[in-house]
């Protein structure tokens, strides 16, 4: 399954060390932390993982301890903490890595943990931090690896000639974040001793898509994201499809999971939009897959492009908004999708219930706020 941060909805409760009238207020920097692979890593060790993670926990408060850090919530194996001084938070990552890095932790496991770090005025509220500075953060740590440390240009302008001895800047460009409507330019801790070669970050830009940008985050609606997610990522389910009432975010909710994904579906997650297309026609041109067809009305060609180029491909997502403009259309072109791309999953929305799939699939539903959530699965039938 695909790692999402559990800051990704930074108002849930954990476990808060500091009381909400301490936390420092005005221009802060935000720290984020999340162990990489931990599930597997749970697997693994099994039993002897709550070890781990003690160790990993104290190691972590004692570096950002010891330079003025107030930890903001804690939930599983990842931190929230938040510092006066830009600086300070550069030196306590620094110190967190190099004690991870040294650290002889049970089994012979190494612990790789993913930073960010983001310099913003987040409000103060009774729960903690709120405002789009957080999510930013949490976003930039949620691209990164194991080992890494990520900074914003906000951050890196107040740090860069003030660093830590044995530390240096790495530029990484501009990256695409989910949710965000602006490119972020990112940058990365090089910390002399320890490893600084990582893969490219896990931003949109570094996978195939074409998702229109979304101006505002989406909040409010985690558990539903959840639960299409796991619909989504189960090996027996191809199709899933958002029946609802126009106007209760169908589509909205259809592209977050498409951009939350795009880690899993390696070989990218691409938007077509039916809505414009009225009626399909019976004549319409005919487009090519991979040695099949897929009809389309002529408006919608331009956004099939890219998923068509993608039907041969090991691991797609195609979100397709509006199927109830093509109800009767459905069944054979979603099923002859669904064939001619062996590992590709489709999604959907529609305002209709009615909507009738394949013969050949079975439904597995979850009720998610005024939509309702359905995987088709393939029988084999």
């Known amino acids: 399954m695909a790692e999402i941060s559990p800051f990704a909805s930074p108002n849930e409760a954990g476990q808060k060390r500091t009381t ?56 599983g194996d990842a931190f929230f903490v938040a510092f006066t001084r830009a600086s300070d938070a550069v030196s306590a990552a620094v110190a967190a890595q190099r004690a991870l890095a040294s650290h002889n932790f049970a089994e012979g496991v190494a612990v790789a943990v993913r930073m960010s770090l983001h310099t913003g005025e987040p409000s103060v509220v009774a729960e903690g931090y709120i405002g789009l500075d ?22 890196r302008d107040l740090v860069e000639h003030d660093l830590p001895d044995g530390v240096s800047l ?5 990256h695409h974040l989910k ?71 169908k589509t909205r909710l259809g592209l977050q999971v498409a951009a939350e994904l ?37 408006e919608a060609q331009t956004t099939c492009d890219q998923p068509r180029g993608a039907a041969s491909a090991s691991r797609a997502r195609v979100c397709c908004p509006s199927f109830s403009v093509a109800r009767s259309y459905l069944p054979d072109r979603a099923d002859r999708v669904l064939a001619l791309c062996g590992g590709q999953s489709l999604s959907s929305t529609s305002q209709g219930s009615e909507v009738r799939f394949p013969d050949n699939t079975r439904q597995c539903s979850c009720h998610c706020r005024d939509l309702y959530a359905a995987g088709w699965v393939t029988t084999g039938d």
Do not use: W
């Open 20 to 75: 909400m009238r301490d936390l420092p207020t005005g221009t802060v920097t935000l720290l984020f932390t999340d162990i990489e692979g931990s599930t597997h890593l749970l697997q693994q060790l099994g039993e002897c993982y709550a070890g781990v993670l003690t160790e990993c926990r104290e190691l972590l408060r004692d570096a950002f301890s010891r330079h003025h850090g107030y930890e903001v919530d804690t939930q």
């Open 134 to 155: 957080v999510h930013h953060a949490a976003r930039i740590m949620s691209v990164g690896h194991g080992g890494q440390v990520l900074l914003s240009q906000t951050t």
């Open 170 to 174: 790495l530029d990484l460009g501009e």
């Open 262 to 298: 795009s880690d899993l579906f390696t070989d990218g997650v691409f938007f077509v939009n039916l809505a414009p297309t009225g009626q399909l026609r019976a004549g319409s041109e005919r487009r090519r897959a991979d040695g099949g067809s897929v009809d389309f009305m002529p």
């Open 179 to 249: 949710d965000l409507q602006r490119p972020s330019h990112l940058y990365q801790l090089v910390i002399v001793g320890l490893p600084a070669d990582f893969p490219p970050l896990k931003t949109l830009d570094s996978r195939p898509n074409n998702l229109p940008v979304q101006l505002t985050p989406l909040i409010g609606r985690e558990k539903e994201v959840s639960a299409v997610q796991n619909l989504l990522q189960r090996e027996d389910v191809r199709l899933v499809t958002l029946t609802g009432p126009g106007g209760t975010g």
